[in-house]
């Protein structure tokens, strides 16, 4: 998707003809990317959540350290 909206703003003759009729695209774009990388987080924090009991002292630490890293991105990314 993200591919033919980058064709046809190389083919288009101006931005603002562009900017109006893939205006809805590109948002319909973003907004799925935006999904996307939320699920991908969200999944990620529980899957280290849930495994984090079976962990090595050590192991648990790194774990903590990769879900603060992960939480800290998905805000900064998805509210910034």
């Known amino acids: 998707m993200s591919v033919y909206a980058g064709v046809m703003g190389i083919i288009s003759p101006s ?17 799925i990317g935006a999904f996307i990388d939320l699920t991908i987080a969200v999944s990620m ?9 079976k962990a090595v002292t050590r192991v648990t630490r790194v774990i903590d350290h990769v879900l603060v890293y992960t939480i ?8 910034l």
């Open 45 to 53: 924090v529980y899957f280290l959540m849930k495994n984090r009991q």
């Open 72 to 79: 800290r991105k998905l805000l900064v990314r998805e509210f």
């Open 15 to 31: 931005l603002i003809e562009y900017q109006i009729r893939f205006q809805t695209f590109i948002g319909a774009i973003l907004l």
